[in-house]
């Protein structure tokens, strides 16, 4: 069964995308079929992975493609759907429909078809749109990235507020599946005490921290992952636990 994931905090700068692109690829590297699909209208999954295509996930919420002649293959085993500034446009089509129930489903319907990965990733944007709240009801679990300060706090609250108000919808289930430490840097006391923190208010739940790691943005610089880039690095190494983690909690 295909594990969906939405990746999300509504506070920018938290290693989204960067959680994306490495957590799918190490998964990618066990054997595991993978979808990436960016839902973000910076369209930053596709920089950092180094891909474009004609074709973006604004043409599968217009109706315009189904999603299968949207994918492209990034990597070995790991596909990704693009994203760009149609994004916008497709946002006020989803306005424009007047059916918000119907315009908060056409991602799970369009993408009813796609079969064949292990997990499909959504790598949300920063805010509460109508193309997240796609993301939030086609996915069954959500996994929100978290740097180490403490408005970040704030961006888990809001998360969680959003999880609740999903939860209130009939028929669909969206599970906090982890709370992913992200930029940390044990030797400052504030990271300890947000990592801390976290612990103590979403025990289980926490993963084990990536630490903050210069070799993270090269990789995305030179549009690889962080095990083609340094695979010797704490960044590779951190992201390999966090895959690790990620399949152990299914």
């Not at 999603?67 to 446009?89: F, G, H, K, N, T």
């Not at 790598?123 to 403490?150: F, I, R, W």
Request: glycine share 8%.
């Amino acid at each position: 069964m295909t594990r969906i994931i939405s990746v999300l905090n509504y506070k920018g700068g938290t290693g989204k995308t960067t959680t994306v692109v490495n957590l799918a690829a190490g998964l990618a590297l066990r054997g595991h079929p993978v979808l990436c699909v960016d839902l973000d209208v910076q369209g930053s999954l596709g920089t950092s992975l180094g891909i474009n295509h004609v074709r973006s996930v604004a043409d599968v919420l217009l109706g315009y493609a189904p999603p299968q002649s949207c994918i492209v293959p990034a990597r070995e085993r790991l596909d990704v759907i693009l994203s760009d500034q149609r994004l916008l446009r497709a946002e006020g089509e989803l306005w424009r429909m007047g059916d918000e129930r119907a315009a908060r489903r056409v991602l799970a319907y369009s993408m009813r078809q796609v079969q064949g990965y292990d997990f499909i990733f959504l790598d949300c944007g920063h805010s509460m749109s109508l193309v997240t709240q796609n993301a939030l009801l086609y996915a069954g679990e959500l996994l929100v990235p978290v740097s180490m300060n403490y408005l970040a706090m704030i961006g888990i609250r809001q998360v969680l507020d959003t999880l609740k108000d999903i939860g209130r919808i009939p028929g669909h289930r969206l599970r906090l599946t982890g709370i992913v430490p992200t930029m940390y840097y044990g030797r400052l006391r504030k990271d300890r005490e947000v990592l801390s923190l976290l612990q103590h208010y979403f025990s289980g739940q926490v993963t084990p921290p990536i630490r903050r790691n210069v070799r993270l943005a090269e990789a995305a610089g030179q549009q690889q992952t962080i095990y083609e880039y340094a695979p010797a690095s704490h960044g590779a190494m951190d992201y390999a636990a966090l895959v690790e983690w990620i399949a152990d909690h299914a």
